[in-house]
């Protein structure tokens, strides 16, 4: 009896609980022929009872809990958008370089937590019939979700650009101060809509647009000679990064 649960690796507690009957049924079957068929009638009627409670009466639900961490997800990616733009007015120092690393990776570590939040969310759902508004919340934080996955591999990216070109010193102070303006904004952006996914509960659908030029003023801009190679640019300066890191020893 002990031996199928161990095999279908099957929940310590449900494992557990085998025991506990095996040892049960070896106590009371000398007693009463009826027991084992009692224990199985009574395991029968307490699962259909723990169904219906989880299902009808007190269903699971995990998006406020999602949603919460979704929001302080948010907020710490508005703050990091903020030391960004701090660290870069004051000529990228090597040690507040550093400090930020580390938020990146903690920040990563959060959105991990943050997705499997969701995962968990998503399943308490599937079989919650009463769960329509749910979902449709849950879709709506998702999108931000996927919004928040794109700041963060910018300001990801960005960081490591901005350290590289600092050591160049050919950082410009005026470009200096245009790029921290911008990040700043990005921040205060961010972190606004966190707040505003908080007290609401749902992102409105007419504010989901986390990269809206419209709301988000572009305080940079590139000599108009240079527009027509800017995504060659692009794709020039990462590759050169990545064969920059692959050749770290």
């Known amino acids: 009896g002990m031996v199928l649960p161990v095999v279908l690796r099957l929940h310590k507690t449900i494992i557990h609980q085998i025991a506990l009957?095996?040892?049960l049924v070896f106590v009371f079957v000398h007693k009463t022929n009826y027991y084992v068929s009692d224990r199985i009638r009574d395991t029968i009627i307490g699962a259909l009872v723990a169904i219906i409670i989880h299902i009808i009466i007190v269903p699971p639900n995990y998006v406020k809990e999602a949603r919460?961490?979704?929001t302080q997800f948010g907020i710490d990616l508005?703050?990091?958008f903020k030391k960004a733009a701090y660290w870069v007015n004051n000529n990228c120092e090597f040690v507040e370089g550093e400090n930020l690393?580390?938020?990146t990776t903690n920040l990563l570590q959060e959105l991990h937590?943050?997705?499997k939040e969701f995962e968990k969310a998503e399943k308490s759902l599937r079989l919650n019939p009463f769960g329509?508004?749910?979902k449709q919340q849950l879709k709506q934080?998702?999108?931000f979700l996927f919004q928040l996955k794109h700041g963060y591999t910018y300001i990801s990216g960005v960081l490591t650009t901005f350290?590289?070109?600092s050591e160049t010193n050919s950082l410009p102070t005026v470009d200096r101060q245009k790029w921290a303006v911008q990040l700043q904004v990005l921040g205060e952006y961010v972190t606004k809509q966190a707040n505003q996914n908080l007290e609401n509960g749902a992102i409105n659908k007419s504010s989901l647009d986390l990269l809206d030029l419209s709301s988000i003023p572009l305080q940079i801009r590139i000599p108009p000679e240079l527009e027509s190679h800017r995504h060659q640019l692009s794709l020039y300066n990462d590759t050169l990064k990545l064969i920059d890191k692959l050749e770290t020893k």
């Open 163 to 165: 350290n590289d070109w």
């Open 141 to 143: 934080n998702e999108q």
């Open 21 to 23: 009957t095996i040892l």
């Open 113 to 115: 937590q943050v997705e």
């Open 78 to 80: 508005g703050q990091l």
């Open 132 to 134: 329509r508004n749910k």
């Open 68 to 70: 919460r961490t979704l």
């Open 101 to 103: 690393i580390d938020d």
